[in-house]
């Protein structure tokens, strides 16, 4: 997996490349712990894979996020990822953590 | 409730039902499961689901949700009151682990034919009958995402003597093949409908020969876990969507 930083006026863009999982997971959490922006953009367009232990781990940032009053937003998510990302629910959970943010 | 039935390389005939189902690690032990669980003398449920991560860690989790979901439907059988209460009970031992686990539960009556599915997260069963494959449309947040289960009910389905239901996780699915191509759902249903006529174990051995065909030479990430329930016995009369 890659990370590009690109950083705009009051956030920052991180573009993912390649595949996130089990083995790698730790890399992007640290990246996205260590920025201090109001707003952290996840920018999937270069993913290939993503695992349940990556799935879990953008969920628990958002959630660590909006509970520090910042977002965590994920932009450009492939097709084929979107797909396996419905499945899960994992749209309805952003819906109900934008509606409250402790849900 | 009866007895706990698993059937990893078995074949179990009960309740009007032929089933047969495997899970198939891969490099890592995973957290994927399948079982049946009995719930008196015409019901029986089916369940398979995943836990999120590898290793020990995701088998443990695996093995408290799978007790915790005995301890469900024993406290009240309803599908959608065993998922809810899962949800409550297992949620908060997953969260603490910061993971989540998706599951499909099926509970099938053998008297009345009657298969209710309620879903949390997972892959929707496929459901043959008549040469035809169907989708389960019912859908559901995996549990541990929130605190209440958030999924779109109960589906039920009425099945009659021929007809098969097919369960999966998403390493079949998602299984890779050259140029990096998914298997898929799609081609899934069109092994599937090609089985129209044969034995549990038979539908099962020929959808793992095609992922097989399908992904030799390319190493694969995830466990693949197949479940193939047939009826055999009495059925009822069509119905479900």
Known sequence: MEIR?????GMVILEVEGELDFSNVEQLQQE?????????????????????????MLLSQVRHLYKQGRTLRIVRIPDFIREDLEVIGFFQVLEALKTNPSA | MGEVITVNGKILRAYGLEVSGCSLPAEQ???????????DERTVFAVIGDVMGKGFHAARLMETIRHMLRECIRINPHPLEVVRRLNRVGGDELRKCGAFATLCLLCYDGIAGRLSCVNAGHHPPLLLSDGKVKVARCRGVALGLLEDYLGSGVEEFFLADGDAVVLYTDGLVEACGPGEQRYGQERLKKIVRLQNGADADRMKQNILSDLETFTRGFSQKDDVTLVV????????ERGGD
Do not use: A, P
């Open chain 1, 5 to 9: 930083v690109r950083q705009k006026k």
């Open chain 1, 32 to 56: 996205i712990q260590r920025r201090t922006e109001e707003v952290v953009e996840i920018d999937l367009q270069g993913l290939r894979f993503i695992d349940s232990s990556g799935v879990g």
């Open chain 2, 29 to 39: 032990v995973g957290g994927d499961f399948f079982e049946f669980i009995s719930c």
């Open chain 2, 229 to 236: 329930m047939k009826v055999t016995g009495k059925g009822g």
